[in-house]
């Protein structure tokens, strides 16, 4: 890469900091503890490159490949990752028993589901998803959000998809994800040579809204934002094979839709 081009990547990661940046501000947190925070971030996320390209995982490839010291290298994959995916498996739980109709009733509502055996209807929809991960731990998570509720016929599903409530670090858990999905978005529509359409994003702002109609506004944006999502929910569900595994095709592609709104 040619100094130019570098200067201008450089120049694309500060703007990609400032809110980082700005959230260590808020909450007190100073250069060093970004530092520290980013180092175990860089060997991670360069392991998991490597790995995504067939590449052996090493202690010296990590070194080079990140410009840390080997050291530092071995401590931070002996600390292992410390953030929990529960919230993600939580989440296709409660995709899955909305859509797949082993878990659905004739009107297409999601059932309420024996639980409590290895042989269970929760267990079934839990596997599903994963058999690497145990219903009884999904099971406390989402009645711990408040997603169910255990009744004397089974566990019943109250909500249409996973919310974090009182836990930071799972909260920021799903908003690195989604805003890494956003940034891949731009990255891919400012840097590929694809033909194909580029991805979607638009932003809509205004800033000078009659302050006497911002709470009708607000509840306007947040009941179309949840009427459309729910509209691509169910589009997209008729097309995934983990909720229809009899269908006929070649799975593996991803399709991922962010909304949200900021008063």
Same mark, same amino acid.
């Given at each position: 890469m040619n100094q130019k081009g570098e200067q201008?990547? #450089?120049?694309? &990661?500060?703007? +990609? +900091? *400032?809110?980082?940046?700005? @959230?260590?501000?808020?909450?007190? +947190?100073?250069?060093?503890?970004?530092?520290?925070?980013?180092?175990?971030? @860089? #060997?991670?996320?360069?392991?998991?490159?490597?790995?995504?390209?067939? *590449? *052996?995982?090493?202690?010296?490839? &990590?070194? #080079? +490949?990140?410009g840390m010291h080997r050291k530092g290298v071995v401590r931070i994959l002996e600390e292992g990752e410390s953030l929990s995916s529960s919230a993600k498996f939580a989440s296709r739980v409660i995709g899955q028993w909305r859509h797949d109709k082993r878990f659905c009733t004739d009107a297409g509502k999601p059932r309420? &589901?024996?639980?409590?055996?290895?042989?269970s209807e929760f267990t079934k929809l839990v596997h599903a998803v994963s058999t690497d991960i145990y219903p009884t731990g999904i099971l406390f998570d989402l009645e711990r959000v408040g997603a169910i509720e255990r009744t004397k016929n089974g566990v019943k599903l109250l909500t249409?998809?996973?919310q974090t409530k009182h836990d930071p670090v799972e909260g920021f858990q799903l908003m690195a994800r989604d805003t890494e999905h956003l940034m891949t978005t731009i990255e891919e529509n400012i840097f590929s040579n694809d033909k194909s359409p580029?991805? %979607?994003?638009?932003?809509?702002?205004?800033?000078?809204?009659?302050?006497?109609? @911002?709470?009708?506004?607000?509840?306007?944006? %947040?009941r179309e934002s949840v009427a459309f999502q729910r509209k691509v929910d169910r589009f997209?569900? *008729?097309h995934d094979l983990d909720i229809h595994p009899d269908s006929q095709g070649k799975g593996g592609r991803r399709v991922v839709l962010g909304i949200f709104t900021r008063m």
């Open positions: 201008i990547l #450089i120049q694309c &990661l500060q703007l +990609l +900091l *400032k809110p980082v940046v700005s @959230f260590c501000i808020r909450r007190s +947190l100073a250069l060093q503890d970004l530092i520290e925070a980013a180092r175990g971030v @860089f #060997i991670r996320a360069a392991a998991h490159e490597m790995q995504e390209q067939g *590449k *052996k995982v090493t202690v010296s490839a &990590l070194s #080079i +490949l990140t309420v &589901l024996s639980y409590g055996s290895p042989d249409q998809s996973y580029p991805h %979607f994003h638009g932003t809509v702002i205004y800033d000078n809204i009659n302050a006497d109609e @911002f709470s009708k506004i607000q509840k306007w944006l %947040f997209l569900a *008729k």
